[in-house]
């Protein structure tokens, strides 16, 4: 008998998994989401100039750039 799989309670676990993997992959795509405004957001100074407050930087310009790309991207799938 202790070779018996109780159906419903492996159910009931795949169902909790499933759930707990959704709502982490929601928070995951909201905080992404949040990044990626505060990164993408743009002020006007006093002078007129458009300017962006928020940025991450690198020494390394093809780093830097592949970034950009990155947070484009993402920002277009988010649809922000």
Known sequence: MSDMVDVDAVTGR???SEIYD???KDKIKELTKEFITL???SET???GKEFSPNYISS???MDGTR???IIKELKGRLTI
């Open 14 to 16: 795949e169902i909790m």
């Open 22 to 24: 959704k709502v982490e």
């Open 39 to 41: 990164l993408t957001k």
């Open 45 to 47: 100074n006093d002078d």
């Open 59 to 61: 020494c390394r310009c």
């Open 67 to 69: 970034m950009n790309e």
